[in-house]
């Protein structure tokens, strides 16, 4: 990923119906051969954190960073794809732990600060997070991935 010119971490579990949007995106870049060669797709699943202190961390950094991630902000409708900024994200997520959690807000905001990358934050609002496991995506977000398999192509071209 320090060698690409665009990283792309999609994040969720896809045990946990929409929370699994993320991985599902690279999934679909993987098979529709992704967006190029200069540009790296990982499947973060729930363990983006190592990744970005990575990247913090390292003499070299990608151009751009693009995050996808499920969102349950209220102020979207369920399946509403929304680039965010990073000050966006609800500041009531940092502070408490859960497996649905917006991913390590504080990280992105130290990535943004401490680097010169260029951070690009793909939201979906959720129609559906089971409390037990539960595999899929509901109509809504489904619907939305071709959306942001787009918004993305797009982002790796700029």
């Given at each position: 990923?320090?060698?690409?010119?665009?990283?792309?971490?999609?994040?969720?579990?896809?045990?946990?119906?929409?929370?699994?949007?993320?991985?599902?995106?690279i999934?679909?870049?993987?098979?529709?051969?992704?967006?190029?060669?200069?540009?790296?797709?990982?499947?973060?699943g729930?363990?983006?954190?190592?990744?970005?202190?990575?990247?913090?961390?390292?003499?070299r950094?990608?151009?751009?960073?693009?995050?996808?991630?499920?969102?349950?902000?209220?102020?979207?409708?369920?399946g509403?794809?929304?680039?965010?900024?990073?000050?966006?994200?609800?500041?009531?997520?940092?502070?408490?732990?859960?497996?649905?959690?917006?991913?390590?807000?504080?990280?992105?905001?130290?990535?943004?600060?401490?680097?010169?990358?260029?951070?690009?934050?793909?939201?979906?609002?959720?129609?559906?997070?089971?409390?037990?496991m539960?595999?899929?995506l509901?109509?809504?977000v489904?619907?939305?991935?071709?959306?942001?398999v787009?918004?993305?192509?797009?982002?790796?071209?700029?």
């Amino acid at each position: 990923m320090f060698n690409s010119r665009v990283v792309v971490f999609g994040c969720g579990n896809t045990l946990y119906g929409d929370d699994g949007l993320g991985p599902m995106v690279i999934s679909k870049l993987q098979e529709e051969n992704g967006p190029g060669p200069d540009v790296t797709l990982i499947d973060a699943g729930t363990s983006i954190r190592p990744l970005l202190f990575d990247l913090i961390l390292s003499d070299r950094h990608p151009q751009r960073v693009i995050i996808v991630d499920i969102t349950t902000d209220e102020d979207l409708y369920p399946g509403q794809v929304k680039e965010i900024d990073i000050h966006e994200v609800d500041p009531k997520k940092i502070a408490d732990f859960s497996m649905h959690q917006f991913p390590t807000t504080n990280l992105l905001k130290e990535l943004q600060e401490a680097t010169d990358i260029r951070l690009s934050i793909i939201v979906v609002r959720a129609a559906h997070i089971p409390e037990k496991m539960q595999e899929g995506l509901s109509r809504e977000v489904q619907e939305a991935l071709p959306h942001v398999v787009n918004k993305i192509k797009e982002l790796t071209r700029a």
